[in-house]
């Protein structure tokens, strides 16, 4: 039930209003908030308030937005060192909700909330789900993992809040999702885009067009994905893809979301404050520039965050989206500072492969990189699926589709990969985020 095209806090949902705010109101807002995050974290986190100390900082240094990049930074090993609860800045008393978010390695992180962080946490989800023209008499299938995980505790008090009929599907069980879309005549997804791409997949094995059912919306996040397969999902499917925004650190999904005119990443301006800065020095960079996009929590009471870097490379995309909305959007998030390999001295981003692959007609969206060293030399071997159709054809068909994907990924990379076409169905499928990159490099 896709409503029409927002363009003003006069016909938007009554919980957009904020993101049609005059921007001279959402900067004085804004200003107060960080006055009052950097003052609570002050009297009540450890960590920042030593931080603030050695540089001889108090919370009335902070008299404009401007002011913010005096404050010291907060990161990942933050919260690791500090685990279970260093970082909270309300007694357990007052913690409704914990999160945690599992990690490569060792500790998790665990983030904390009020019940009133709760609360605004499902009206940002609220917004960002009637930006993508959602409203009551929807029906959402959440299939973002329920848990630790922010996902699906996340998009459900929203979608429930917004007065959508919500399917806590949870994730995983591939049949079972497809029979509850189809019988449920559900009309939006939320899940991760690969797993998307999987159920879809699956669902055509079984005998179901996804074109003929109610099903008009994806709000896909939690992974990066590439323009190019959001071609892919909307030109197969008849579905509009939404990509959403979102870390654990911050909130959970619902930090930033696409409107329906798919120009960028709204961020919810009055409940975080996005900055761009240079990955390597940490100095600031102007709106219109790629660097690692660093966050401020500006309503938080449990688990305020300042100037978290979140290693999410974007820009802070500049001019008005069409929507009439006035919070600043960015770009989407093709990479983070820390996927970057680096292949025979040569930076390579896994959202280059992926754009480079899928321009090429023949492939499926399912590939892995596969690192390995030989005689010390690093060797990135690119593990594609290709077609039935193209499978089933002939010798000469597949040579030639290799020698295509062979061409598209030098001249994305500009070096040389080795390009091995798989079965359909021969790379593990995901039920949350993927995995695309396998290192077995020794050392
Ligand atoms: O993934 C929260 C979330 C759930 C977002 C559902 C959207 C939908 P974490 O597990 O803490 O939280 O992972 C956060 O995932 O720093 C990004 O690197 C990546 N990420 C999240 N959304 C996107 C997106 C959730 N739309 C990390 N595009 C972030 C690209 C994304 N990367």
């Given at each position: 039930?896709?409503?029409?095209?927002?363009?003003?806090?006069?016909?938007?949902?009554?919980?957009?209003?904020?993101?049609?705010?005059?921007?001279?109101?959402?900067r004085a807002l804004q200003l107060a908030r960080l006055q009052a995050v950097v003052d609570r974290s002050w009297n009540r986190v450890r960590l920042f308030r030593e931080r603030m100390d050695e540089r001889s900082l108090a919370p009335a240094d902070i008299r404009s937005l401007a002011d913010i990049a005096k404050l010291p930074f907060t990161q990942k090993s933050d919260?690791?060192?500090?685990?279970?609860?260093?970082?909270f800045a309300s007694p357990m008393k007052d913690v409704v909700r914990l999160h945690a978010s599992s990690g490569t390695t060792g500790k998790p992180i665990v983030v904390a909330y009020t019940q009133e962080d709760v609360n605004i946490w499902t009206s940002a989800i609220v917004r960002c789900l009637a930006g993508c023209g959602l409203d009551r008499g929807d029906?959402?299938?959440?299939?973002?993992?329920?848990?630790?995980?922010?996902?699906?505790?996340?998009?459900?008090y929203g979608a429930e809040s917004l007065g959508a009929t919500v399917v806590p599907a949870s994730g995983g069980h591939a049949d079972r999702q497809i029979m509850l879309l189809k019988d449920f005549g559900v009309t939006a997804m939320c899940c991760t885009p690969t797993y998307f791409l999987h159920l879809i997949e699956?669902?055509?094995?079984?005998?179901?067009?996804?074109?003929?059912?109610?099903?008009?919306?994806?709000?896909?996040?939690?992974?990066?994905?590439?323009?190019?397969?959001?071609?892919?999902?909307?030109?197969?499917?008849?579905?509009?893809?939404?990509?959403?925004y979102g870390?654990?650190?911050?909130?959970?999904?619902?930090?930033?979301?696409?409107?329906?005119?798919?120009?960028?990443?709204?961020?919810?301006?009055?409940?975080?404050?996005?900055?761009i800065v240079d990955p390597a020095t940490g100095a600031p960079?102007?709106?219109?520039?790629?660097?690692?996009?660093?966050?401020?929590?500006?309503?938080?009471?449990?688990?305020?965050?300042?100037?978290?870097?979140?290693?999410?490379?974007?820009?802070?995309?500049?001019?008005?989206?069409?929507?009439?909305?006035t919070t600043?959007?960015?770009?989407?998030?093709?990479?983070?500072?820390?996927?970057?390999?680096?292949?025979?001295?040569?930076?390579?981003?896994?959202?280059?492969?992926?754009?480079?692959?899928l321009e090429v007609e023949g492939t499926l969206p399912h590939y892995q990189i596969l690192l390995t060293r030989e005689h010390g030399l690093d060797q990135m071997e690119v593990r594609v699926e290709v077609t039935p159709q193209m499978f089933e054809d002939k010798i000469g068909a597949l040579q030639e589709l290799n020698q295509r994907l062979q061409a598209a990924l030098d001249h994305v990379l500009g070096i040389r990969v080795r390009v091995t076409l798989a079965e359909p169905h021969s790379i593990e499928r995901s039920e949350g985020k993927a995995k695309r990159v396998i290192d077995r490099r020794t050392s």
């Open positions: 039930m896709i409503t029409e095209l927002e363009t003003s806090a006069a016909n938007c949902h009554p919980a957009s209003a904020r993101d049609y705010a005059r921007v001279e109101e959402l919260l690791r060192d500090t685990y279970p609860f260093g970082l029906v959402i299938q959440v299939a973002y993992g329920y848990g630790l995980f922010t996902g699906g505790l996340g998009a459900h699956r669902a055509a094995e079984m005998g179901i067009d996804i074109r003929e059912l109610p099903l008009r919306a994806g709000i896909f996040g939690a992974e990066p994905w590439s323009e190019a397969m959001r071609q892919r999902i909307e030109k197969l499917n008849g579905v509009e893809a939404f990509d959403i870390l654990s650190e911050i909130i959970g999904p619902g930090v930033g979301c696409e409107c329906r005119r798919h120009q960028g990443l709204h961020i919810l301006e009055d409940l975080f404050f996005p900055e960079l102007p709106d219109g520039e790629m660097g690692e996009l660093v966050l401020t929590t500006l309503s938080k009471q449990a688990m305020p965050m300042i100037r978290y870097r979140t290693r999410d490379i974007t820009a802070i995309l500049t001019g008005r989206c069409d929507c009439g909305r600043r959007r960015i770009a989407r998030i093709g990479r983070r500072s820390d996927d970057m390999l680096i292949i025979r001295g040569v930076n390579v981003f896994p959202s280059q492969v992926e754009t480079a692959l």
